[in-house]
């Protein structure tokens, strides 16, 4: 048996079948409707449209068997793609030598007869093919072959429409969620600001109260060191406030003040530094930064509650240089990988519930940051539908699907760089995002 050469632009090839996001999606009837019809036309009792992945050919539809895939090595389908340009007919499996010992030759399906027109996208490349199968050896008539030519056009023209119409309902959600968020961030501005000014006003009469308090208790001593014995009135007083455990408690008063508007101010400038959603210019700054006001504004998420333990935060910075990008949009992909990995952890009640981040300078052009939760991992089946529009694992009513889609456009699209998800089961999952330190020389040569 001959193993399928690869094409030789084979990386670019999978790369754009990926594009397509088609393979192990549920049967339709339009494919259907093809692989029935090209059965009829040529009469045999086999037919399907294949898909040929690394490994593997993958049927969107098929006629005649019971099977999902087969292994790229035995695969006709895998030679079919090899040549774009022409029909791949097979007359008699048995009299030719690179399928007469196949597997699915010698055992079932007993494959005698092949005939596919490969699956060409408007840029030129081979997905898989349209084709017909026999148990006994066959010539197909020239407008056979003509007919199969031109269902092959109509699938290669369905997987555009579909894609297509994926695109507009992509872009029609982001559009939504970009004014969504444009919105938030406005009103975020907004409150922040107004918290801002009565907040600063208040913490910066602290430092007076204080002196004032000071003051006030060393009028006291001096009162008690010149009158030792005071009026019985002004005795009577003092049990009543108890006025060694006021000064005792004062300071503690005034340092529990200090610490409440120095949280408030914390959480005003986070807001403040998240909400730059609406900016229009790619801005330097630094990413340390986006990260702790995303987790300062998360944080009554990670804390302990009666059903589910604290999440804990593990944060390993290395030292980057200040990044040019969209601040408050890649904010926003932030808080959609970490609001994924606390959702993961409350629901899978894993202990101890842990979150790494960790960031780092890859090289002098690229910078990375790695968010890790320890949850029960990603199923493989569904890792390659992550970034696909509306796919979520949630319950009904728990998520949109569009997190992670938006995710992926904003950092892939808008700052050129890359979102990909490593997991493994009960290993965890980790989101790795790289981007480009300097997006104004990108968008200088594009």
Known sequence: MKTPPLPHYERDRLQALQRYRILDTLAEQEFDDLTQLAAHIFEVPISAVSLVDCDRQ??????????????????????????????????????????????????????????????????????????????????????????LQALGRQAISQLELKLKLQDVHQTQAQLVQTEKLSSLGQMVAGVAHEINNPINFVHGNLVHLQEYTEDLLTLLDLYAKHIPQPPAAVEQAIAQVDLPFVRDDLANVLRSMHMGTDRIRDIVLSLR??????????????????????????????????????????????????????????????????????????????????????????????????????????????????????FTTKELGKGTGLG??????????????????????????EFVIDIPRYQSQLEASA
């Open 58 to 147: 993958w049927f969107k539809s098929i006629v005649g068997l019971e099977v999902q895939e087969t292994p790229r090595k035995v695969s006709f389908c895998a030679h079919a793609i090899c040549q774009p340009d022409d029909l791949f007919v097979v007359p008699d499996t048995l009299a030719d030598d690179r399928f007469a010992d196949n597997p699915l030759v010698t055992g079932e399906p007993h494959i005698r007869f092949y005939a596919g027109t490969p699956l060409i996208t408007p840029d030129g490349y081979a997905l898989g093919s349209l084709c017909v199968i026999d148990r006994v050896p066959r010539q197909p008539t020239p407008a056979q072959l003509s007919a």
């Open 273 to 390: 530094t998240f909400s730059r959603l609406d900016e229009a210019d790619f801005k330097s700054v630094d990413i340390h930064r986006g990260l702790d006001s995303t987790l300062t504004i998360l944080q009554h998420r990670l804390k302990a509650k009666p059903d589910h333990p604290a999440i804990e935060v593990i944060k390993d910075y290395g030292p980057l240089p200040e990044v040019e990008c969209y601040p408050g949009q890649l904010n926003q992909a932030f808080m959609n990988i970490l609001s994924n990995a606390i959702d993961v952890l409350e629901e899978s009640r894993t202990q101890p519930a842990q979150i790494h981040i960790q960031t780092a300078l890859v090289d002098e052009q690229w910078v990375s940051v790695r968010i890790r939760d320890n949850g029960p991992g990603i199923p493989k089946a569904v890792q390659s539908k992550l970034f696909d529009p509306f």
């Open 404 to 429: 992670l889609s938006i995710s992926h456009n904003i950092v892939a699209q808008k700052h050129s760089g890359s979102l990909r998800c490593h997991s493994m089961p009960e290993q965890g999952t």
